[in-house]
Each structure stands twice: as structure tokens, then as C-alpha cells.
């Protein structure tokens, strides 16, 4: 009896080590040089960059939104837009005032959705208002919001989170202000859910 437990407690241990093989830094994650501190140390941050008019982000989003209902209290998952150009900052501020608003559940799938199977372009306030409206948004609400300063600050940091995590592409991932997961390192988007597991289950270590 003694043998069998000793065996199955071998063979548990080589798993791990095997799983703790499985997923390399510099191979299939990045460590930032400087680690960003976090708003809430008791939890461990998840932050999708993503942007709207991005295809690989619209393909993502189903996958991350499964995965982040299966999260338990101690992940902290959050979304930041990224601004890779001027056309890509509407896009940020209808997020960011949909966030403020507490509308992102209603209205995140819907600007996919809207970009990448209806071809809408969103070029200002008045497109992005008129299509918020349309999902049930208080128009006025948006319009004074969109560009107030609350929203300015969350590009502001926003941006600075972006040159903080050295992000150059999306969807790219962070965990605990310290990983960038990104699918080409990963293998694939569904492959860099799982090194996201991966490197939440360190943390909490």
C-alpha cells in the first residue's frame, strides 16, 4: 500500500514539474524588465490590450470571455483599449465611457460585432453616439462623458501602461504587472489562455 501511495505521489510530482516545463520565459511568455505594480496586491491582475479595429482581438474575445467566467474572486481581470493610431482613439474613449457609464457588458461585443460583420467605421463622437444609442446607452450621457476628464485620464494611463508593458501588438496579456503573454509566443490564442493559467497559478503561489 505504502509502494502505490509512494508511486502515485511520484507520479503527481513529475506531472508538475512536467507542467512547470511546459511554459519557458523568453519562450513562450516575456518577463518586463520592471515590474508594474498593481491596484489590488491582494489578488492577481489579468489585463487584456486589446483594440476594436484589431481582427486577432475580435477572433479572441469569445475565448477570453469564456475564460473569464470560469475565474474565481482572487483574479482581478481588467480591459485596456490601446491607441495605435489616431483613428484607434474614438474607439478607446466609447470604451473607457462605456466603463464609466457601466454599459460594457451591453456594449463591448457589440463594437465587434459592428467593426468586423457590419463594417461600421467609427470616426468621432457623433458615429459612436448614434450607435450607442442604438444599444440602449443614454445618448446624452456618452456625449458628456466621451471626451471628460475622467476618460482622459484613463487614456492617459492607458498609454502609459502600453509603453510600461512594452506592448507593440494585440491582443497581448498581462499577468500581475510582471508576464506579457502574447499568441505568437504562446502558439496560438487558446495556448496563451492556458500560459495565463499558468502564470496565475505562480502567483498564487
Not at 93 to 115: C, N
Not at 185 to 202: C, H, I, P, R, S
Request: one cysteine or more; aromatic letters at 10%.
Amino acid at each position: 500500500m505504502f509502494k502505490k501511495l509512494l508511486s502515485v505521489v511520484v507520479l503527481i510530482g513529475a506531472s508538475l514539474v512536467a507542467q512547470a516545463e511546459e511554459f519557458e520565459a523568453g519562450k513562450h511568455y516575456e518577463v518586463l524588465p520592471t515590474a508594474v505594480k498593481t491596484a489590488d496586491p491582494s489578488k492577481v491582475e489579468v489585463i487584456e490590450m486589446f483594440g476594436y479595429p484589431c481582427p486577432h482581438c475580435n477572433t479572441f474575445e469569445p475565448l477570453l470571455e469564456s475564460w473569464v467566467k470560469q475565474q474565481a474572486d482572487g483574479v482581478d481581470f481588467k480591459r485596456i483599449p490601446v491607441v495605435f493610431g489616431r483613428s484607434w482613439e474614438p474607439m478607446a474613449r466609447a470604451y473607457y465611457t462605456a466603463e464609466l457609464l457601466g454599459e460594457v457588458e451591453k456594449t463591448h461585443q457589440a463594437m465587434f460585432d459592428a467593426i468586423h460583420l457590419q463594417r461600421k467605421r467609427f470616426r468621432d463622437l457623433e458615429a459612436l453616439a448614434d450607435y450607442y444609442a442604438d444599444l440602449g446607452v443614454d445618448r446624452a450621457k456618452f456625449e458628456k462623458t466621451f471626451n471628460s476628464f475622467a476618460v482622459n485620464t484613463k487614456l492617459n494611463q492607458g498609454d502609459s501602461k502600453v509603453r510600461s508593458y512594452q506592448i507593440d501588438g494585440v491582443p497581448s496579456m498581462v499577468v500581475n504587472g510582471k508576464y506579457r503573454i502574447t499568441a505568437a509566443m504562446a502558439g496560438g490564442q487558446q495556448q496563451m489562455l492556458k500560459v495565463v493559467d499558468y502564470l496565475v497559478e505562480k502567483e498564487q503561489q
